[in-house]
């Protein structure tokens, strides 16, 4: 009976004395795995993940997170895709993407609309992907970061009132239109 419980003691102690070890040894690895990864992937999060507005004829629309590569293709997806009335040919589909971006997807009585009223709705005549802000009708004009359909109205009017657009700066005469909004769609814009 003696050898039993010392037995049994013997056991008990063994596995107490290896299982703090392992424990150790165990959290010693997790807090040196923890010390360097999260910091390269908060920093690989702060450059690689974008938040997109997704609306008009999608199926879903609302604000999806999206990887830094994708291209206004994968944002569609990301919303379930085109509506049936969609008008996917008056978007450029390989577009990279931007943080902050608007992707307004037109129906293809938006699309006709537009382009019945005089001026292409859609500049395709480049394919460097910028838009032209003196042809552009306001989905188009929603493609750009930080421009919903207001602004876009705005830009437009402006450009009635005024006689056009001579240089990129000149957006910043738009209400609403400062430097921080400036900073983010100059180079994706264009006047010819």
């Not at 690989?44 to 993940?49: G, L």
Request: glycine fraction near 8%; hydrophobic fraction near 35%.
């Amino acid at each position: 009976m003696q050898l039993l419980v010392c037995g049994a003691l013997l056991c008990g102690c063994a596995q107490k004395t290896e299982e703090p070890v392992w424990i150790e040894e165990t959290a010693q690895i997790v807090e040196m795995q923890s010390q360097e990864e999260p910091q390269q992937d908060v920093k690989q999060e702060e450059t690689s993940v974008y938040r997109v507005h997704v609306c008009g004829s999608v199926c879903v629309p609302g604000v999806y997170e999206l990887s830094g590569d994708c291209r206004i293709v994968d944002a569609v997806d990301a919303a379930g895709g085109f509506l049936e009335e969609a008008s996917p040919s008056s978007l450029n589909l390989a577009m990279p993407l931007t943080d902050g971006m608007q992707v307004y997807v037109p129906s293809m009585e938006e699309a006709q609309s537009m382009t019945m009223g005089g001026a292409a709705a859609f500049d395709h005549s480049e394919a460097d992907g910028r838009v032209n802000i003196n042809t552009a009708g306001e989905a188009e004009l929603c493609t750009l970061p930080g421009i919903g359909s207001s602004r876009a109205q705005s830009i437009i009017a402006y450009r009635e009132e005024n006689g056009g657009f001579t240089e990129e700066t000149q957006i910043m005469n738009v209400p609403g239109i400062k430097d921080a909004a400036y900073a983010k769609i100059k180079d994706r814009i264009k006047v010819k």
